[in-house]
């Protein structure tokens, strides 16, 4: 790649300029995210897993130092666009994550765009390849994720709606990544997701891919998607004690999940309060309706 390149996408070229390393890391995220993807504060705050009124803050200091150091926002020459790749994938994956909760806007198909256009750029790179697939695997389910405006979760959907041929791309790209020899958060997702979506599901595998994520990253959600993977194989007890480890107490899927496992091993009263306070944290329709689906099924019974 010579200083010559071209960015393949205007959108994309914006967001490697927001990439300035005079921001702190987490601005150089989420500035993208709110000018560029149109995901309001809130939803960049669940993403950070921080209250609405500190990234509020965040942002408002991160506008403030551009304008008060004269910050030019200018496209890297080619040679360093891999130094704010970083970055860059972390925007294109949080605006692909966010878009499942039935936004406005639908940010899945555009960050796949966008994830296409890295992989355009730098082709040789096993992260860029591995984000890509890991976003093609999981729209190749997007056909059966609702139903009746319910999610339907991922054991109770229609497999004939799945789209084979965006699953085969995703695999041929996760191959292409692994193919590099290096392992990197996106491609262990993205392998965790390719399991998912095999019958029978490996569930020993499926834990030690996250087990080995969680030691990269130190992130507590990695962790509490080991804790499903754990109550697969020892029973929920054990899934159990895994999230009760976790200080995740604004986020709406650590209770939902906490839920599910608390009513797998029947400690029903403590599941239903779990699922009352993951559908408060709820802002989306379709999540609503399912976990308020699941809040009446977990009702106490009155004698």
């Known amino acids: 790649m010579d200083d010559a390149a071209a ?12 990439r300035h390393p005079a921001l702190a890391a987490e601005a150089q995220v989420a500035l993208p995210l709110r000018a560029l993807c149109g995901l309001s504060t809130d939803e960049i705050a669940l993403a950070f897993l921080v209250p609405p009124e500190t990234m509020s803050k965040r942002l408002t200091r991160a506008k403030r130092k551009i304008r008060d150091a004269g910050i030019p926002f200018a496209v890297p020459p080619g040679h360093r666009l891999p130094d704010r790749l970083a970055a860059v994938l972390s925007v294109v994956y949080l605006s692909s994550n966010q878009g499942w909760g039935g936004g406005s806007v639908d940010l899945p198909a555009e960050a796949i765009h966008l994830g296409r256009a890295l992989a355009a750029l730098l082709p040789d790179e096993p992260e860029v390849l591995a984000l890509l697939a890991l976003m093609l695997l999981h729209d190749a389910r997007r056909a059966a994720r609702l139903r009746d405006g319910r999610i339907v979760t991922l054991d109770g959907q229609d497999r004939t709606l799945w789209d084979e041929r965006q699953i085969d791309e995703g695999r041929a790209l996760l191959r292409r990544a692994m193919a590099r020899g290096r392992t990197g958060p996106y491609l262990l997702q993205a392998a965790i997701a390719d399991l998912y979506l095999r019958e029978p599901r490996d569930w020993r595998q499926i834990a030690a891919l996250y087990g080995t994520f969680a030691r990269l990253t130190g992130s507590p959600v990695v962790e509490m998607n080991r804790a499903v993977a754990v109550a697969e194989i020892d029973g929920p007890e054990a899934g159990l004690a895994v999230l009760d480890r976790l200080d995740l107490e604004h986020y709406r899927y650590f ?8 009513h797998r091993a029947g400690r029903g009263d403590e599941a239903h309060r779990a699922f009352r306070r993951a559908l408060a944290l709820t802002r989306t329709e379709p999540e609503r309706r399912f976990l308020a689906g699941r809040l009446a099924e977990t009702a106490p019974r009155t004698p």
């Open 7 to 18: 960015v393949p996408d205007e959108r994309l070229e914006l967001i490697f300029a927001c």
């Open 255 to 262: 209770h939902s999940t906490r839920a599910e496992l608390l």
